[in-house]
């Protein structure tokens, strides 16, 4: 009788997505995804193997091609493949609306001249020195990040940023790159038997191939209508720019290794590829999960649970790895409690016990007026508000468009600093599981007025009080 009724509320859910071209299923084990993609084929849809228990179908998808699957219980879930987006950042959508309703011939002013995806460089020649515009970064000395350094500066770790990709030809972000072993590049093989070929420095899931680099909008009317603003690139310089190099800048973890994840470009990204990412992420050696981006509720259509993204984060938890996470940038730049609103910032609000959900401050301790912030949901605040980083086209910068003043604002800017504090803090006590790595990056943190009663914590991060 409960097989009947869940396959009964399965073709239901089904019926609300029958017209969909485009969904992900879990199956049950010991059925195996190849067992069902085989048979989904035959039903003439395209299909892709994500996990072990997730698929994704492709077609024009009919109730009659699910229905047997579906009573012989082989079938446990259906969804769509929701659409992924970054945080939104508002104080640079309506700077630069407000520009280009005056300047409409400006929309074509270039925004970022690049050549998508140049040649991977092999790892540079180690250099020396002071990074020399340290000094630009007040997120890093607000941290404490320097007297942590006097304790350790850390080892290698790895941390994936899933994202947009990496400049990877950046000059401060090319020495840590992580660098597959296993993998002879440019050989056309997949030596260490992965999957993946030739994936020397990561993948890049949007487009298929082994080159995840960090494609930005061409234009200011691209950047407006939701392009890429370089947003991986920015994100990992915080993490893990190489320091005392002689170059720019450092981040929070400055011999961590970037492992480049790409599943989000100018027009968004998939639940289907963030699955993917994630999985190769744990299971090629990442042990922290940096993710910039995610969405206002569980889909901003549709109130249907993102099954498959939860279970995502479930196996990083389930391989000790954490997944840390911006708490979100609020309703059209305001923020609010991520506790109690109808659509809480996701995946950061999800109840997994390895996800470190993080808040944006700015330079006086207060919060950004974009950042979701959560009694229960939302651990930790960090540097979030006109953060220096390392941008596309080998660059280093605070604002988006320099043009406008418009700064590189956002949970998303915050996300990596404390991303960077767990690998810095795991490197030195690898046999710390993610547990105690995240209890100590909650209980280090300084208590800051505004975040009394709204973080778990309480406070902002601290990674002096945290290598202490």
């Known amino acids: 009788m409960k097989s009947k009724i869940s396959a009964a509320l399965l073709i239901l859910s089904l019926t609300n997505v029958s017209h969909a071209e485009d969904l992900l299923v879990k199956v049950a084990n010991p059925v195996s995804t190849v067992h069902a993609a085989q048979y989904f084929s035959s039903q003439g849809l395209k299909t892709e193997a994500l996990t072990e228990n997730w698929m994704r179908i492709q077609g024009n998808v009919e109730l009659s091609q699910f229905k047997t699957f579906l009573e012989s219980g082989s079938v446990v879930y259906v969804q769509k493949n929701y659409k992924i987006k970054l945080m939104e950042n508002a104080s640079v959508n309506q700077a630069?609306?407000?520009?280009?309703?005056?300047?409409?011939?400006?929309?074509?002013?270039?925004?970022?001249?690049?050549?998508?995806?140049?040649?991977?460089?092999?790892?540079?020649?180690?250099?020396?020195?002071?990074?020399?515009?340290?000094?630009?970064?007040?997120?890093?000395?607000?941290?404490?990040?320097?007297?942590?350094?006097?304790?350790?500066?850390?080892?290698?770790?790895?941390?994936?940023?899933?994202?947009?990709?990496?400049?990877?030809?950046?000059?401060?972000?090319?020495?840590?790159?992580?660098?597959?072993?296993?993998?002879?590049?440019?050989?056309?093989?997949?030596?260490?038997?992965?999957?993946?070929?030739?994936?020397?420095?990561?993948?890049?899931?949007?487009?298929?191939?082994?080159?995840?680099?960090?494609?930005?909008?061409?234009?200011?009317?691209?950047?407006?209508?939701?392009?890429?603003?370089?947003?991986?690139?920015?994100?990992?310089?915080?993490?893990?720019?190489?320091?005392?190099?002689?170059?720019?800048?450092?981040?929070?973890?400055?011999?961590?290794?970037?492992?480049?994840?790409?599943?989000?470009?100018?027009?968004?990204?998939?639940?289907?590829?963030?699955?993917?990412?994630?999985?190769?992420?744990?299971?090629?050696?990442?042990?922290?999960?940096?993710?910039?981006?995610?969405?206002?509720?569980?889909?901003?259509?549709?109130?249907?649970?993102?099954?498959?993204?939860?279970?995502?984060?479930?196996?990083?938890?389930?391989?000790?790895?954490?997944?840390?996470?911006?708490?979100?940038?609020?309703?059209?730049?305001?923020?609010?409690?991520?506790?109690t609103d109808a659509k809480p910032g996701f995946p950061a609000s999800y109840p997994n016990d390895n996800i470190i959900s993080v808040a944006a401050v700015d330079v006086n301790n207060n919060f950004g007026s974009f950042s979701n912030w959560g009694r229960q949901s939302v651990d930790i605040a960090a540097p979030g508000v006109k953060v220096f980083s390392t941008t596309v086209t080998g660059k280093y910068s605070d604002q988006v468009i320099p043009l406008l003043g418009a700064n590189w604002d956002g949970t998303s800017m915050a996300c990596p600093h404390v991303a960077g504090a767990a690998a810095l803090y795991w490197s030195v006590h690898p046999e710390k599981t993610y547990a105690q790595v995240k209890a100590a990056i909650l209980n280090s943190a300084v208590k800051i007025p505004v975040a009394a009663g709204k973080l778990v914590s309480e406070g902002k991060l601290s990674v002096e009080n945290l290598m202490k």
């Not at 990496?166 to 000059?171: F, G």
């Not at 038997?193 to 990561?202: A, E, K, L, P, T």
């Not at 993490?239 to 005392?244: F, I, N, S, T």
């Not at 590829?273 to 995610?294: C, E, P, T």
């Open 96 to 339: 630069l609306s407000a520009y280009l309703a005056v300047h409409p011939e400006e929309a074509q002013r270039t925004f970022a001249a690049q050549t998508d995806n140049p040649a991977i460089p092999g790892a540079p020649a180690d250099t020396t020195g002071a990074d020399p515009l340290f000094s630009s970064q007040w997120g890093m000395k607000d941290i404490g990040v320097e007297n942590a350094w006097r304790i350790n500066r850390g080892n290698k770790i790895i941390v994936a940023v899933i994202d947009t990709g990496v400049d990877y030809t950046h000059e401060d972000l090319l020495p840590n790159l992580w660098r597959n072993t296993g993998e002879i590049p440019d050989n056309g093989i997949d030596d260490d038997h992965n999957g993946f070929v030739d994936d020397v420095i990561g993948w890049d899931f949007l487009d298929k191939d082994n080159k995840p680099y960090d494609l930005a909008a061409a234009n200011l009317g691209d950047l407006l209508n939701g392009g890429n603003p370089g947003h991986g690139t920015h994100c990992s310089g915080n993490v893990a720019a190489r320091g005392q190099n002689g170059k720019g800048i450092s981040g929070v973890a400055p011999n961590a290794q970037i492992m480049a994840l790409r599943f989000i470009g100018n027009k968004g990204g998939t639940t289907a590829d963030a699955v993917l990412a994630i999985k190769y992420a744990v299971d090629n050696g990442a042990k922290v999960l940096s993710n910039s981006w995610g969405s206002e509720g569980e889909d901003p259509a549709d109130g249907d649970s993102n099954q498959a993204l939860r279970d995502a984060v479930k196996y990083a938890a389930d391989h000790d790895v954490l997944f840390v996470a911006a708490a979100g940038n609020g309703h059209q730049g305001k923020g609010y409690d991520n506790d």
